[in-house]
């Protein structure tokens, strides 16, 4: 098998400097965490977004810990998330001893139902985590009314969602991680901006900053030493090691540096399935992804949902068949092996529909959509 | 100031081959954890060390904490472990609702005082946590005896231990990380062979083997799914995201290949102030580092005990002035301000006094410690 004729589901892409960057970063003479590319990504971030305050983490799930450690989830606490989500959403609520309370997907869009949320409030909620699936907004309006009538926390979880915004019914159009009281983000590879893993956690409300700071660095005031502004630093909280290493910053300020040419040329891919596959979407062989009026498209993933988990895998076989590798992916929590027993809601349709029936096309920077689209085209 | 003339603590060093394996994890075309480079690491350490199974992690902290939850630690266990250590050794084991108990340290040397463990074991005791610190070992076969009486476990904290051994009472030389049921090792920045931010934990009771696999993989049988071993993968456990971008690995790979040389090197500066210091020792300035004969001295660390908080502060203090930066460390975790309100054990005079009179000097791959120990020649 030849593999230049294989077109993966995913390639890292590099802009060119993430290995000068990652020289520096040693000369410098600190690779460990909150080096100087560190604190560029931070900049970055908080002066192009806006975000109140922004902390790199080893990944997003670990990011999604620590909003759990901040909003001090105990045994008991509900935490309402989709059931079409990763497992670390649920996963870094749990290890608190939350109960997961799932919600299904919309009828339009795999991101969560809205107008379910109200429903599934009870004494015990502490929180809602909106997944902003395929970086497509939730519609932030509904969900951060519900969550001001019951004085919830809102964790959104952006980890698709960089460089993506909403506009809600005030006409601002805000970007996306900068409307929960908390957000994480994801630098996985396979996202739009990579660094292998990689997360951030995003704090919009000022109260949660200065442990943000502390539970990060395992529970110490080090980052106030680091200032001057103790004379030692010790052990104060609760925490673990979330900084990653100055190694992977440098990498990630790499890309980030090139983060509009990196969605430009996604979104001429996304553009390019979208309007190229329109007219088989059109004789109802599938559906294409939709994007709400309130939302952006950050082109961070192309997907079909087709009628049937049958129709789904023949697809997914057709094109293995020939060397083009499609993923599917999300299989509904809340029948897991580890959670069905402790599930005490209702179906979740939805869900189900798009754990058997959604399938992801291949996106990244050096993709050719031309191999992928003709192969689907010849499918029907 | 001129940088030239500075003698930091620490500085990272480059073996010349991290970047050109970092690129070839790229061309590899993935990025994330377990790449081509973390396979490759976890082969050195088995095949190197003999331990049973190897997993990469972000930091030791998370092998810490991986440790925590595979021995299954719930509210109100206790855990025996030194108080002079990094606050991860407890944090990982706190977050999970455990009590710590702490134990003194020898009065010939930082770690543990074996001989005092079996009077703080109580029905209430899960697991016992010998931090091997400088890389020294701490008297196994004591604490495997008591461990094997009470039924406890026992997580190895070589942190700082990497290519360091045990000898006991078979004459069997053993590698640290390798006796107990669980151990992790870091390669922070500051250790012998380094990756910025990583660690590392070792599975030395096959028992935990496979729900390792799971926990480090955000609590799913993913590992299992890429062996083929089961043809699709889910949520089946707790877990977290705990292993670390194949860029790291790469990074870590190209230390390990000069494992060797990096040893040679260090112990050539180990012994250099070693000898050099000991008309000094002699003389009743400072303790210097003991080796006992069962353990094998990895050149972690070299550190100088002296008689007074004041006097450790008055070298401090004088090394700095000539731009040598000597630093001390771990403040009392039982006095600490998260922790002295919940410790309800006896006063730890040799905890306190290593705390107060510790002094650690720089040790490095590319250090010239003659300028250090012309300097502290020239304080008494």
Known sequence: ??????????????????????????????????????????????????????????????????ASLLIDIKEGDEVIMPSYTFVSTA????????????????????????????????????????VHYAG??????????????????????????????????????????SIGHLAAFSFHETKNIMSGEGGMIVINDERFVERAEIIREKGTNRSRFFRGEVDKYGWVDIGSSFLPSDIIAAFLYAQLENLADIQNKRKQIWNQYHTELSELAAKGHFNMPVVPAYASNNSHMFYLVFDSLDERNRVIKS???????????????????????????????????????LLRLPLYYELNPEIVISAIKALF
């Open 91 to 130: 996963n870094a609520f749990v290890l608190r001893g939350a109960k997961i309370v799932f919600c299904d997907s919309r009828k339009d869009h795999p991101g969560m139902d809205e107008d379910l949320i109200e429903g599934l409030v009870t004494e015990r909620t502490r929180a809602i985590v909106p």
């Open 136 to 177: 497509i907004a939730c519609d932030m309006d509904k969900i951060m009314q519900v969550a001001n009538k019951y004085n919830l926390y809102v964790v959104e979880d952006a980890a698709q969602a960089i460089d993506s915004y909403y506009t809600g019914a005030d006409g601002v159009k805000r970007p996306l991680g």
């Open 1 to 66: 098998m030849n593999n230049t004729n294989i077109t993966p589901f995913n390639k890292p892409y590099l802009t060119g400097k993430e290995g000068h960057y990652i020289y520096q970063a040693v000369l410098s003479g600190k690779i460990s965490g909150d080096g100087i590319f560190t604190k560029r990504c931070h900049e970055f971030f908080e002066f192009t977004f806006g975000f109140r305050k922004c902390l790199l983490t080893t990944s997003c799930t670990d990011a999604l810990e620590m």
């Open 319 to 357: 094109l293995k068949d020939q060397n083009i590798y499609s993923v599917f992916h999300y299989l509904s929590l809340h029948k897991s092996p580890y959670y069905e027993a402790k599930y005490t809601g209702e179906e979740l349709p939805e869900t189900d529909r798009y754990s058997d029936c």
